[in-house]
Every structure is written in C-alpha cells, then in structure tokens.
C-alpha cells in the first residue's frame, strides 16, 4: 500500500509531465516557461483540447466569449445569501447548476464559469451588481474588468493570463486525479470539474496563497520574519507556499510567476517593495525549512508568488482559490476527455483492518 498514493502511477497522459527531480513541468511538449507570458490562456486552452475535441476552432477566443455571455445567464440565481459564502463554495453552488455533458459547448461553458461567477460573487458580496461579460475581450482582461468595472491595463491582463497558462495543467495532482475518477465513471464534465474544485478548495492544495497573503501580512518586514517563521514551525505549522510532493526541488512555476510579478512590478511603485520583502521572507523561509527538516528537501511552491500576483492584480485573497480554477479547469476537462478515451473505470482497493466478521446482535 502507498499512503497518498505516493509513486503511484494511475494513468497515461499526453497533457503534462511533472519532473520533480530536475523541477521541469512540460505541457503537450512546451516548458512551461515558454508558455507563461508568451502565450493567452484561450491558446493554452486549444492546446489542452488538441485532439480531444474533433471540432474545436482553430482560434478558441470567440468561442469563449460567447460561453462567458452563456455563463453570466446562471448569474440571476446569486443572491447575496449565497454570494456572501466562501467565494469557491458560492461558486461551486453555481456551477453545480449547469448541466452534464461531454461535448466541446459543456466544455467551454465550465471554461467560462469559474471566470464570470468569481468577479459576480465578489460584486454581489459587496452589495454591488453583477457585471456582464465583454465577449470581444480575451479571458483575462475581461476577468479584470467584470471584477473592477474598469478596463485592465494590457500589463495587468498580460500578467493574469501569466498565471492561468502557468496552472493550466500538472500531472496528476490531487484535483485532476479527482476529475479522471468521476470522468472514468462516465458521469459527464461537469461532474468532473466539480469533483477538481472540491480537492482544489483544501489549503493542501489550492487553498494556499489566501495563506501566504495572511502569512506576509503578520510577519510585516523583513526583521521579524526568522523568528516569526521559527514560531510558527514550533507549533507545528506548515508554511504555505513550500513544499510539494513531488517537486523536490524549487517548482518552476514558482520562477515563471515570478517572472509575471517583476513585469508588473516595473509599471507599479508599491510592487517592487512588496516583492523585495516578499523575497526576503522567502529567504528566510528557506533556511529555517532546511535547518527545520534536513532530510525533506522543502522548496518554494506554486502558491508562493501566485499569492503575491493576485494580490498586485486586486484580486482579494478570498478569492485566490476561484482565480486558480479559472486556469486549471481547462486542464481538468481535458484530463477528463483523456480519461473517457481510453482509460478504464478507476476503482482501486483497500486493505481491511476492522474487526473479523461477528454476527450481527
Ligand atoms: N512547512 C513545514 N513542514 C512541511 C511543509 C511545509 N510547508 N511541507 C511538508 N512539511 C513536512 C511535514 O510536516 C512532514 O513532516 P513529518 O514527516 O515530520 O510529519 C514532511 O514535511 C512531509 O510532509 P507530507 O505532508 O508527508 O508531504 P506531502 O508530500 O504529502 O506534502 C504538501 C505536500 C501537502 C504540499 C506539503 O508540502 C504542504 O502542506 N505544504 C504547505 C501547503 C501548500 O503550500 N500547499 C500548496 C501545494 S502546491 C499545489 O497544490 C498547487
């Protein structure tokens, strides 16, 4: 038996591979820092989808404006009830609504949701409206706008397609693992893409840059951050934004998002200080995990500089977890389409270790 399913090899994908040893991730052939910052999240999207769905459009950008507008429809059912939950719990409550299909206009449209639902949620939570999709806008500068009701500037778009390419697909992470189980169930993508977002919900996994924002914030400077960080080690805490199962070297999204936050950073004056103390807790960081766990080697992750580009975006960090399912539901969907091509019902086993067998009283 593994415990988590460590090494555990449970499906073959042309989509991504994950080299934790040299800390390379490739998508369909591309390194990832030659797709972050070159490419748009709708070309990383066709990407994904190439060969899985027959009649994709060569150009996927109309085609997902019109699913944003199609999307905003399910926006009439958020009510400030609603809307005022966890933003990823109100969000999955909406996408619970649309309905189960396998084909190429479900796929775009669950592209779509976590996008236009995300910015609704966070308006509505606010007391303001909803505002509608843009369609002739690429993804990411219409995400900005719908969360600001104001256009983005071409770097900050630039910047949050940076992300969703650089978390679009990885291996077989826990959330993807949960979206082939339900697809090899034949249960349909919707499905599939709620089963993604509920693993990616847990601060293990994609709940972890709200975290490091609240982690940055009561470390305050540079000064405080080694004894800060001893402390919380102390008491048994992890720290957010390091560490990865596989990855036992630095996670190289970590450098194409860090990439993503200097470009920003030359066109802003608070970024650059935020980013240096950011780095320096980073540094710190560093050297207590190694004096801390010697034999583990624990490196910076993907959640560490995706919290501090988010953060320079607006974007609050309630919402973090929404904004990483904006960029990783195009991966989930194709892990699924992959999963129903050729890949069996996943259903593994368990060893017994209950009572042995009684009669019932
Ligand atoms: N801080 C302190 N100690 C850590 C950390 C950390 N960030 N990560 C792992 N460890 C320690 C554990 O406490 C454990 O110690 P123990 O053996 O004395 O109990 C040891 O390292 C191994 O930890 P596991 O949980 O077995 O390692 P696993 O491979 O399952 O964990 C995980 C990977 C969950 C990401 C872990 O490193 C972690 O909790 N990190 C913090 C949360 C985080 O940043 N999550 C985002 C991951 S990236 C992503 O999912 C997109």
Redesign the pocket.
């Known amino acids: 038996m593994s415990d988590?399913l460590?090494g555990v090899i449970a499906a073959r994908t042309v989509l991504s591979d994950v080299d934790g040893a040299r800390g390379r991730l490739v998508i369909r052939g591309y390194p990832v820092e030659d797709l972050s910052g070159r490419t748009r999240y709708e070309d990383a999207a066709h990407l994904l989808f190439d060969g899985f769905f027959e009649d994709a459009p060569s150009d996927l950008a109309p085609a997902l404006g019109a699913a944003r507008v199609r999307a905003f429809a399910e926006v009439a059912a958020l009510d400030e009830g609603l809307a005022r939950r966890d933003p990823v719990e109100a969000m999955r409550a909406l996408l619970a609504r649309l309905p189960d299909g396998d084909d190429l206009q479900t796929a775009l449209l669950l592209i779509a949701a976590p996008a236009v639902f995300t910015p609704a949620v966070l308006r509505v939570a606010a007391g303001q409206s909803a505002i509608a999709p843009d369609p002739s806008l690429s993804h990411a500068a219409d995400i900005l706008r719908m969360t600001r009701a104001g256009p983005a500037s071409d770097a900050e778009a630039a910047a949050l397609d940076a992300y969703l390419v650089t978390v679009c697909d990885?291996g077989l992470?826990?959330s993807t693992f949960a979206a082939r189980v339900v697809a090899s169930t034949r249960a349909g993508l919707t499905s599939a893409v709620l089963a993604g977002l509920s693993a990616l919900k847990g601060?293990?996994?994609?709940g972890?840059p709200g975290p490091v924002i609240e982690m940055l914030d009561a470390i305050g400077a540079p000064a405080n951050a080694r004894p800060w960080l001893e402390k919380a080690?102390a008491r048994g805490d992890?720290?957010?934004?390091?560490?990865?199962?596989i990855y036992r070297v630095r996670?190289p999204r970590a450098d194409a998002l860090k990439t993503a936050v200097r470009k920003l950073a030359s066109a802003s004056s608070a970024l650059p200080g935020r980013l240096a103390f950011a780095e320096a807790v980073e540094q710190a960081a560093l050297e207590i995990?190694r004096e801390?766990?010697p034999d583990?080697p624990?490196d910076t992750?993907?959640?560490f500089y995706t919290a501090l580009l988010l953060e320079a975006l607006g974007l609050p960090p309630s919402s973090f977890t929404c904004v990483f399912a904006m960029g990783r539901v195009s991966g989930w969907i194709a892990h699924a389409r992959e999963q129903l091509a050729g890949g069996r019902l996943i259903r593994p086993q368990s060893v017994y270790v209950g009572p042995e067998p009684r009669i019932a009283a």
């Open positions: 988590g460590e990885h992470n826990a601060p293990l996994h994609g972890a080690l992890r720290l957010m934004g390091f560490g990865h199962r996670d995990l801390h766990k583990r624990l992750n993907v959640e």
